[in-house]
């Protein structure tokens, strides 16, 4: 089975290589960052693409983005997506998208190697591999209010930036450092749904939902 990783970490990911190699996997290609990745998925056309969700330059979810790009130009290619995070929208467009292998594992979970190799395997030959924790994630999203996505650490910078604080002004009144801020911000703007768009300015939009949905009685 060849297969091309993509994970920002290069501890992890040399990891990662030694390991499935190791489990007779071939790595034809292990990059850290989501361009990257399309062309090594280009070039190599693998059978499985393994990659994280956030990446350079915005570590918010540009693997899983690049995922859904391969799966429209490579409909068969199998993926498997390996987190920290479940970042709900794209896995749902992921997990819908056309045929062949799809999977979506947290990196915390995954206790066994057997078993995380099996997934790529299953994955590989056309299968799924999902944690539970997505699965749950997923089912919950149709019925709640996106807002209700955050952490009580994001709804306070949200509520900030209403104010029209910036970064360095969110990290003074939360005693934060602005990438701490930055990280929050990027979270924000996945779980509300707002990917980067040319002509959009997430920052404004973020906070026109918030100021709409708290104005309902």
């Known amino acids: 089975m060849r297969v091309v990783l993509a994970e920002d970490s290069v501890l992890l990911r040399e990891g990662l290589v030694r390991l499935l190699e ?6 034809v290609a292990a990059v850290a960052e989501a361009e990257g990745l399309l062309r090594a998925a280009e070039e190599h056309r693998p059978d499985l693409v393994l990659t994280d969700v956030r990446m350079p330059p915005t570590h918010t979810d540009e693997g899983l983005r690049a995922a859904l790009v391969l799966r429209r130009q490579q409909p068969s290619l199998a993926v498997l997506v390996l987190s920290q995070y479940v970042e709900e929208r794209y896995a749902a467009q992921l997990l819908a998208s056309a045929a062949g292998g799809v999977g979506y594992l947290l990196k915390d979970r995954v206790a ?30 149709g019925h709640s209010d996106p807002l209700d996505r955050l952490t009580p650490r994001e709804h306070e910078v949200l509520k900030l930036m209403a104010e ?12 934060l450092s602005e990438g701490a801020v930055g990280k929050h911000i990027g979270n924000i703007f996945a779980k509300l ?21 708290r104005s309902i009685p």
């Open 22 to 27: 190791a489990a007779g996997l071939e790595i």
């Open 112 to 141: 066994d190697v057997a078993e995380f190799v099996d997934a790529l395997r299953r994955v590989a030959g056309g299968g799924t591999a999902l944690d539970p924790e997505v699965v749950s994630q997923l089912l919950l999203r």
């Open 164 to 175: 029209g604080r910036s970064n360095a002004g969110i990290g003074a009144q939360l005693v």
């Open 193 to 213: 749904d707002l990917p980067p768009a040319e002509g959009d300015h997430r920052r404004v939009l973020a906070v026109l939902q918030f100021l709409k949905i």
